[in-house]
């Protein structure tokens, strides 16, 4: 039996469907899903399991009647079935993830904590030690504030906003400062440090650490699953897929 897709006045064989995925770039992504389809088959469920997760889409979209739900899935252009089809899907990866992976989420936790901390800090960053030196003590004797001081020397950005920088994330700034804001605790003024080619002087304000609660643990389950996804694509050879 032939197959055929027909959009308006053109025709699609089911030869032309793989050639026409990977030139639109769609070819990895439908490679994925089928892997997720493969994975998540042998993969059961409750009905109370099912039950939780529709009654929070329902909550999530305020559609507490069958009028609103009707309107919404037309407006989606989706069947009710085919909504508790990926309803069912989403709750077996999800299952598949935590099967998976849960074992494996504190240490990967702690591997990526510094990732997703964040800080807000004041900065003042100069070139020369001695500089440097004499604006520690002056911080340090409470002769000047740390405001004045960053806004008459400091050579970056941060000397516009009275030496504060955040709210930013650890992994965004160089090593050496990420390390030095981790390790200190609020309202503490730290001793010059170099970095490549400036002195800097920092003082913590606030730091945000990262927690594993429910939203981290998802995400990490999420990383866990597409490194595992990029490694089985990384098996495939695209060129020996072919459409029967």
């Not at 400062?177 to 970095?195: D, E, F, K, T, V």
């Amino acid at each position: 039996m032939n197959t055929s897709l027909q959009i308006k006045d053109r025709t699609i064989t089911a030869a032309e469907i793989i050639p026409l995925l990977d030139n639109y770039r769609l070819l990895p992504q439908f490679l994925r899903e089928v892997i997720i389809d493969r994975a998540i088959a042998n993969i059961e469920y409750t009905p109370a399991e099912f039950t939780n997760v529709y009654q929070e889409f329902i909550q999530q979209y305020q559609l507490d009647s069958a009028a609103k739900l009707e309107t919404w899935l037309n407006k989606m252009n989706i069947t009710k079935v085919q909504l508790e089809t990926r309803m069912i899907r989403n709750i077996k990866l999800d299952k598949f993830k935590q099967e998976q992976w849960g074992h494996q989420l504190e240490s990967y936790f702690l591997e990526r904590k510094l990732a997703f901390e964040k800080a807000v800090f004041s900065l003042i960053r100069v070139k020369p030690a001695g500089m440097a030196k004499e604006l520690y003590h002056r911080l340090q004797e409470g002769e000047n504030s740390f405001a004045e001081l960053a806004k008459l020397y400091s050579l970056g950005e941060e000397a516009n906003k009275n030496g504060l920088v955040g709210l930013v994330k650890l992994i965004d700034l160089h090593h050496v400062l990420a390390q030095m804001l981790h390790l200190s605790q609020p309202g503490q003024l730290l001793p010059p440090r170099q970095i490549e080619d400036h002195w800097v002087i920092v003082r913590l304000e606030q730091y945000f650490p990262a927690r594993l609660d429910r939203a981290m643990r998802e995400r990490l389950l999420n990383e866990l699953c597409d490194r595992w996804l990029e490694q089985q694509l990384a098996t495939i050879d695209s060129s020996t897929i072919q459409a029967l």
